[in-house]
T-cell receptor
Framework: SQTIHQWPATLVQPVGSPLSLECTVEGTSNPNLYWYRQAAGRGLQLLFYSVGIGQISSEVPQNLSASRPQDRQFILSSKKLLLSDSGFYLC?????????????FGPGTRLTVT | SQQGEEDPQALSIQEGENATMNCSYKTSINNLQWYRQNSGRGLVHLILIRSNEREKHSGRLRVTLDTSKKSSSLLITASRAADTASYFCATDSRGSNYKLTFGKGTLLTVNP
């Protein structure tokens, strides 16, 4: 069965510090991978998605970046965090083989920028 | 951009009652999905309905889709305290490249 991992679960970082959030998927090959951000009490904002290794599409211009160094690994980074980067970050995967577009989410990372 | 808009934003009911949540969207879709999110957790896929379907059932869940009105409803029958969560609709459309657009969600509270 497929499993998706995210770490860390929570993170408190000062403004201006770097960020690296990691997401890995097990049990599937060549998944589409997604990073979302969720502000408190709000819906999900798609940040990045990837359809293959090294292929990253950015949905929202900002000081975040994403990379996919391996088929089932997706990393969200920042060189210098802003207060506005605080939020709940969710990684998700979906299979391009199926036409139903279902996505499967990780447990999330709660980021607080102080 | 947020395509789906759930209504109401918050709903509080007693255990055993039915809960109905609505979702409206703006552009033509291929599929509409409903997800549940428990507080502080990731989203869990509940059910998908295709644009050529009008109704779908899964256990205590019933989803309807009216493409002429660009709206969907999620009915949870005989609710339980464990159903307390936020519920989101998500849509995809032709050419969306496997991207989903989520609404802002309905917070459902089921009181024991």
């Amino acid at each position: 069965s497929q499993t998706i991992h995210q770490w860390p679960a929570t993170l408190v970082q000062p403004v201006g510090s770097p960020l690296s959030l990691e997401c890995t998927v097990e049990g599937t090959s060549n998944p589409n991978l997604y990073w979302y951000r969720q502000a408190a009490g709000r819906g999900l904002q798609l940040l990045f998605y990837s359809v293959g290794i090294g292929q990253i599409s950015s949905e929202v211009p900002q000081n975040l970046s994403a990379s996919r160094p391996q088929d089932r690994q997706f990393i969200l980074s920042s060189k210098k965090l802003l207060l506005s980067d605080s939020g709940f970050y969710l990684c998700a995967w979906g299979t391009p083989i199926r036409s139903s577009y279902e996505q499967y989410f990780g447990p999330g990372t709660r980021l607080t920028v102080t | 951009s947020q395509q789906g808009e759930e209504d109401p934003q918050a709903l509080s009911i007693q255990e055993g009652e039915n809960a109905t949540m609505n979702c409206s969207y703006k552009t033509s879709i291929n599929n509409l999905q409903w997800y549940r999110q428990n507080s502080g957790r990731g989203l869990v896929h509940l059910i998908l309905i295709r644009s050529n379907e009008r109704e779908k059932h899964s256990g205590r869940l019933r989803v309807t889709l009216d493409t002429s009105k660009k709206s969907s409803s999620l009915l949870i029958t005989a609710s339980r305290a464990a159903d307390t969560a936020s519920y989101f609709c998500a849509t995809d459309s032709r050419g969306s490249n496997y991207k989903l657009t989520f609404g802002k969600g309905t917070l459902l509270t089921v009181n024991p």
